[in-house]
């Protein structure tokens, strides 16, 4: 039973190859804790990924949205269709593989980030996914703290059969 899983985790709109069109991020209510809102570093990029199935998992479902640019809306989902899309998920656990190269782009900063998922859901079946999301971060002067943090813009991710 995919159920929630994957429909919370896979956006309705996705990038195919090289980084997504900027988009404007407006400053979100709540932060991401996840990610540092000065560094250009990809570690603080992959970070992101952990923390949003971290949040996934304790049910903290706000904040995992809020992981997503624009304050969550590039998920494609609005917050109570991404929360009712991991309402069968009782646990998450992502790995994270060999981050692709950090490209540029009109004062954005771009990086894709392989993932796999193994995800329980409330039944006590077990689920897998493997995919990429990109992330983004503004680098223009000006940018505020929120647009200079790591957010996820899509999602390409796929069930394991």
């Not at 929630?4 to 991020?25: E, K, M, N, T, Y």
């Not at 804790?33 to 970070?47: I, W």
């Not at 949003?52 to 809306?73: L, P």
């Not at 980030?113 to 971060?137: C, W």
Request: proline residues 6%; contains cysteine.
């Amino acid at each position: 039973m995919i159920s929630g899983f994957l429909s919370a985790c896979q956006p309705s709109r996705q990038h195919a190859g090289g980084p997504p069109a900027a988009s404007s991020d407006s400053a979100a209510a709540d932060s991401v804790p996840a990610a540092s809102a000065a560094p250009n570093d990809s570690t603080d990029a992959a970070n992101v990924i952990p923390s949003y199935y971290q949040a996934i998992a304790e049910g903290r479902y706000e904040d995992a949205y809020h992981h997503w640019g624009s304050g969550g809306t590039a998920s494609g989902k609005t917050l109570e269709e991404f929360r009712s899309g991991f309402s069968e998920t009782a646990d998450v656990q992502a790995t994270i593989g060999s981050l692709g190269p950090m490209e540029g782009a009109a004062g954005s900063r771009y990086i894709e980030v392989p993932v796999h998922v193994v995800a329980h859901l409330r039944s006590g079946a077990q689920q897998q996914f493997e995919g990429t999301y990109t992330l983004r971060r503004s680098v223009v002067d000006g940018a505020t703290p929120e647009q200079q943090t790591w957010h996820i813009v899509s999602a390409k991710i796929s069930q394991v059969k």
